[in-house]
């Protein structure tokens, strides 16, 4: 496993561990305001996952699909964790060729700002993003008083996926 894989699926594991933690949560507590980032549990796990959809799309040359805008009605965390999955499968999917080709400094066009940016760059960018509001989740989920908060590292990531492949 090289680190693509190793960072990918780190960022899926532990985006997916603390929507787990959050199956319990009544719509009060995932939907309470507060005066960091996206403000609620909700409201910043639906922009997280809607980063990852997004540049998938715009990195495969899809048009960004609106089904996905982080504003629409609040989704059950069952529904986020299955866009979670589909996110996560076609991000992979997307670098994995990029790394295949060793396409990581090619340009290509950002169809919402025509901006040009590096495949490596915007995956780099999506891993990072998730990373900073999985951050603030932990915060939020400790401010409403949830237990057993993973620390979300890449090292208990790998741990947790050598045990479920039999080894450690």
Same mark, same amino acid.
Do not use: K
């Given at each position: 496993?090289?680190?693509?894989?190793?960072?990918?699926?780190?960022?899926?594991?532990?985006?997916? #561990?603390?929507?787990?933690?959050?199956?319990?949560?009544?719509?009060?507590?995932?939907?309470? #305001?507060?005066?960091?980032?996206? !403000?609620?549990?909700?409201?910043t796990l639906a922009h997280l996952i809607? %980063? +990852?959809?997004?540049?998938?799309?715009?990195?495969?040359?899809?048009? =960004?699909?609106?089904? %996905?805008?982080?504003?629409?009605?609040? #989704?059950?965390?069952?529904?986020? &964790?299955?866009?979670?999955?589909?996110?996560?499968?076609?991000?992979?999917?997307?670098?994995?060729?990029?790394?295949?080709?060793? *396409?990581?400094?090619?340009?290509?066009?950002?169809?919402?700002?025509? #901006?040009?940016?590096?495949? *490596? *760059?915007? &995956?780099?960018?999506?891993?990072?993003?998730? +990373?900073?509001?999985?951050?603030?989740?932990?915060?939020?989920? !400790?401010?409403?008083? =949830?237990?057993?908060?993973? @620390?979300?590292? =890449?090292?208990?990531? @790998? !741990?947790?996926?050598?045990?479920?492949?039999?080894?450690?």
């Amino acid at each position: 496993m090289d680190l693509l894989d190793r960072l990918l699926q780190h960022d899926a594991w532990t985006t997916r #561990q603390l929507l787990s933690l959050c199956e319990d949560l009544a719509d009060e507590q995932l939907d309470r #305001q507060f005066d960091i980032g996206h !403000r609620s549990v909700r409201a910043t796990l639906a922009h997280l996952i809607w %980063n +990852m959809e997004a540049w998938g799309d715009l990195m495969a040359g899809r048009p =960004v699909d609106p089904q %996905n805008d982080p504003r629409r009605p609040r #989704q059950s965390v069952r529904e986020l &964790i299955q866009r979670l999955d589909a996110a996560a499968a076609q991000l992979e999917t997307v670098a994995r060729a990029v790394a295949d080709r060793d *396409g990581w400094d090619q340009l290509w066009t950002d169809s919402l700002d025509g #901006q040009q940016r590096t495949y *490596g *760059g915007t &995956i780099a960018h999506v891993i990072t993003h998730s +990373m900073h509001h999985r951050a603030q989740l932990l915060y939020l989920l !400790r401010l409403l008083g =949830v237990e057993g908060l993973p @620390e979300g590292d =890449v090292l208990s990531w @790998e !741990r947790q996926h050598e045990r479920l492949r039999g080894g450690v």
